[in-house]
């Protein structure tokens, strides 16, 4: 028979056969949806992950008093940028009096190898900013301006960094300058900050780090509470490439414990985090996260297989008889496999286009539902690459499925077929 005959007649039997065919073809889109909405979730996230590690500078270190586990953040976070406002680490003690951070241990880490830039910082929280007769409670960070410009990869919307010579001035996030306040906070205008006055060098373009204040460490000593000169709250360490991280963390770990007089691990006051080491994690995890999802999604396929082998023995049997006519006429073992093949793979092919339109509505629908899990305004996209994977899945697991029972019916002896009852 010509393969054009193998799927008129594939056809027929799925025609004929409606209900259970649809039901069995559900199953199979449901699983194909699933799979394939989860590969483009994961890959808008992949890619918006990259967009904000391009973001990041991954050479950068911080150095935090309190010993505890590096928590991972993201720009703006933890892991973020120096100077925006970053958390703290927590100490994993419960001492009232956690250890400081003072320029004694910057000495120390000056000996250290494979480093370009390293210097303290300061934050204070709840502050007081007036500004044309408003007041709002911000943080502000307090920088080396002789060293932080070198250390960030902010753009600007106007405006300059804080440089070495500056004093009483800050540079300031797109939301203060423009959302925070009734009237907009523009260059060169003066923000009064607990009492004391500073004027606006810069503005950082929009998100990065909307909300930060930066001024110089200096300044920011003498109003930030329990601020001390030559004491810090982090330390930033910038490494000469990504490829010395590594060894650089290590040397920072071992010359502090040096110089502080630790000799046991256990007892470190102090936490070394890099922001390479978040942004590895964060790709295995969601690595990880995309193949558990992946799997849960998977078995709404294993049971759509077991559906179209039930609904091909099914078939197979309705069809007892004139597979028997068929025989009878000429037709080979061959052809009857070959048609109930084709049965099989196209209640697979039907499903999967299906099975990607679920994908795409569903995808589509996402950010009207207030389902938002990237940055980037395109929202999730299914790739022709996904697309083409999806209905393959389908049209294989339909093949695999339908074997046996497509042989069974080829093997059928066509007396034993036509006195079928």
């Known amino acids: 028979m010509r393969r054009s005959t193998y799927i008129k007649l594939a056809t027929n039997i799925l025609v004929h056969s409606k209900i ?3 039901l ?18 994961s890959d808008s996230m992949s890619a918006d992950m990259e967009e904000q590690f391009a973001d990041m500078d991954l050479t950068l270190i911080q150095v935090t008093p309190g010993y505890s586990h590096a928590s991972m953040g993201g720009p703006g976070g933890g892991g973020g940028p120096p100077g925006s406002g970053g958390s703290s680490s927590s100490s994993s003690s419960s001492d009232d ?8 241990d910057i000495q120390a880490l000056k000996a250290v190898d494979n480093i370009d830039y390293i210097y303290g910082q300061i934050s204070g929280s709840d502050l007081e900013v007036y500004f044309m007769g408003e007041t709002a409670d911000l943080s502000v960070t307090g920088v080396d301006p002789q060293v932080w410009q070198y250390t ?3 753009e600007l919307e106007s405006g300059r960094l804080l440089d070495a010579s500056d004093t009483n001035v800050v540079v300031i996030g797109y939301g203060i300058a423009h959302d925070m306040f009734d009237d907009e906070v523009g260059l060169n205008r003066v923000l009064t900050i607990e009492g004391k006055s500073y004027r606006v060098v810069g503005i ?3 998100d990065e780090s909307d909300n930060a204040i930066i001024m110089p460490i200096d300044s920011a000593v003498e109003i930030v509470e329990d601020a001390e000169d030559d004491v810090y709250d982090t330390i930033v360490v910038k490494a000469s490439d990504t490829d010395y991280v590594e060894t650089v963390v290590e040397d920072v770990e071992e010359r502090l414990m040096l110089s502080r007089g630790i000799m046991d691990e256990d007892d470190r006051d102090f936490s070394v985090s890099d922001s390479l080491s978040q942004a590895e994690s964060a790709s295995e995890m969601m690595e990880s996260m995309t193949i558990f999802l992946g799997a849960i999604a998977g078995v709404s396929l294993l049971v759509g297989s077991v559906g179209i082998a039930n609904t091909m023995l099914t078939s197979v049997m309705e069809k007892t008889k004139e597979i028997g006519t068929m025989k009878a006429i000429g037709a080979k073992n061959g052809d009857i496999l070959m048609i109930f093949l084709f049965n099989s793979a196209l209640v697979g092919f039907v499903g999967g286009v299906l099975g990607i339109l679920l ?24 790739a022709p690459s996904l697309m083409v994977m999806g209905i393959a899945i389908a049209v ?26």
Do not use: Q
Request: no cysteine; hydrophobic share 45%; glycine share 8%.
């Open 20 to 22: 259970r065919s649809w």
């Open 24 to 41: 069995t073809i559900i199953g199979i889109v449901i699983g194909v949806g699933s799979v394939v909405t989860i590969m483009a979730l």
């Open 97 to 104: 009096d956690d250890p400081e951070l003072t320029k004694k």
């Open 152 to 154: 960030v990869t902010y």
């Open 204 to 206: 950082l373009a929009e």
């Open 359 to 382: 994908s795409l509505a569903l995808t589509s629908l996402m950010p009207y539902l207030g389902i938002s899990m990237t940055r980037s305004s395109m929202g999730m996209t299914v």
């Open 396 to 421: 294989f697991i339909g093949v695999l499925s339908g074997i046996i029972p497509a042989y069974n019916a080829s093997k059928m002896r066509p007396v034993d077929a036509l006195r079928y009852e």
